[in-house]
């Protein structure tokens, strides 16, 4: 085989193996068992995702064992940065955000993550790593 | 030679090589410049919590603050902007791989568009560098074989049929998300529109998507002409707001779908064919080319 034969064979297969690396990550979203929600490689423009994302307000409340205290200035910090990552609603993000937030604020139990839309409110616990 | 390789090595114009290169590599600069400004601006980012979109970047990239990313992106900026004078790999990789950190260090940063220049970029390495042509010439003349031109054609192609899949659900079909898009519009959109805009839109992207995966090869002037006017409207008429995403697809539809058909040999509705020979020449020409 000569080089240029090899070369070419060489830039074929990168060619395919490109192409094939960008089918991965949709293909994995429609038949793997990962979080509907998270549509980030998976060229979900404008999907009844995107619509609930629209509709929909999320928002959140901590459960503390006991009195807490509360640096408003931090909250309003974590809410302006993190609230549109909640109302993303991709799990393994919310749980990271969630632990960060036990891990930041002693004394917090557990975190409930509200979805409002319109009449129906959906509400998920996120218990803190550790806590009873 | 299988028909994959006739189609990845099969000679394009030198001008939309040309164009495909200098036209990504601008609309990029101006989109970075854009972005650091904005970036300064935003309070999205929280010092005491990083989260980026593969856990492995969280170990190794320092906290992303908003001047980091501010400075990441005009460095895009910069190393674009040069690129457009001299597009060499030593200005390209640094583009491509700055960019694709400027969206990956963060998940406040979810645009999808970013994560396809990210594909467009890294293409742009694999060019063969085409130069402007003789003296008196404002254009470079002759066909080049560029591997990279039929992926990126291949790319966008995945990107439209994926986008096109993405819209197969009840409330897609339905016409649910055409009824938002459209609730600005109220007085002059009658809402029995909406299941079929919602059905032409896939048949239409699945259509697109064709005409990218020959694009190299074959033009169709009325798709190209109707692309065009489906992101102009998308941003116009129906407000969505997409930005630069919708410039990088005009832009590309002006170089792959070629509507006024400028690219020599468009003037049929195939280029050109090559004898072996020649494309085998036109292969070695392309390898010989002096790159930075």
């Known amino acids: ?132 | 030679m299988n028909a994959l390789e006739r189609h990845g090595f099969a000679p394009v114009s030198a001008r939309r090589v040309f164009v495909l290169v200098r036209g990504v590599l601008i609309i990029t600069a101006f989109d970075a410049f854009r972005l650091a400004a904005g970036a300064l601006q935003s309070r999205r980012l929280d010092a005491d919590l990083a989260i980026a979109h593969f856990e492995l970047l969280d170990r190794l990239q320092p906290t992303p603050t908003a001047e980091l990313r501010a400075g990441v992106f005009l460095a895009v900026g910069l190393f674009s902007a040069l690129a457009v004078v001299r597009p060499t790999r030593w200005l390209l990789v640094p583009v491509a791989l700055l960019q694709t950190w400027s969206w990956s260090m963060t998940i406040h940063d979810n645009f999808q568009h970013h994560y396809f220049v990210s594909i467009l970029l890294w293409s742009l390495v694999s060019m063969p560098r085409v130069a402007v042509g003789p003296a008196g010439s404002r254009w470079p003349r002759g066909d080049v074989v560029a591997p990279g031109f039929s992926f990126v054609a291949a790319s966008v192609g995945l990107t439209y049929f994926f986008t096109a899949v993405a819209k197969v659900s009840p409330a897609w079909v339905r016409g649910d998300v055409v009824a938002h898009l459209t609730m600005h519009l109220a007085p002059y959109w009658s809402s029995s529109l909406n299941p079929w805009v919602a059905c032409l839109t896939i048949f239409f992207e699945l259509l697109v998507a064709a005409a990218y995966v020959f694009a190299p090869r074959v033009r169709w002037r009325v798709i190209a002409l109707a692309t065009v006017s489906f992101h102009v409207c998308a941003e116009l008429v129906f407000g969505l707001a997409i930005g630069a995403f919708s410039i990088y697809m005009v832009a590309l539809a002006f170089v792959f779908l070629d509507p006024w058909r400028v690219a020599p040999g468009s003037k049929g509705r195939r280029a050109e064919p090559v004898e072996q020979g020649h494309e085998e020449s036109l292969f070695a020409l392309a390898r010989a080319r002096p790159r930075g």
């Open chain 1, 1 to 132: 085989m000569g080089t240029r034969s090899l070369r070419r064979r060489v830039v074929v297969f990168a060619f395919v193996l490109g192409v094939a690396l960008q089918c991965v990550p949709p293909t994995v979203y429609y038949l793997g068992d990962g979080d509907p929600d998270d549509e980030r490689f998976a060229w979900r423009m404008f999907s009844s995702t995107w619509l609930r994302r629209k509709v929909c307000r999320v928002d959140y409340d901590d459960l503390f064992d006991g009195r807490p205290r509360i640096d408003r200035e931090a909250e309003l910090r974590f809410d302006a940065a993190w609230l549109p990552v909640l109302q993303r609603r991709w799990d393994w993000a919310t749980r990271r955000v969630v632990q960060h937030r036990c891990e930041a604020r002693p004394r917090l139990r557990r975190v409930r993550v509200h979805e409002v839309c319109g009449p129906r409110r959906v509400t998920v616990e996120y218990p803190c790593p550790g806590a009873a």
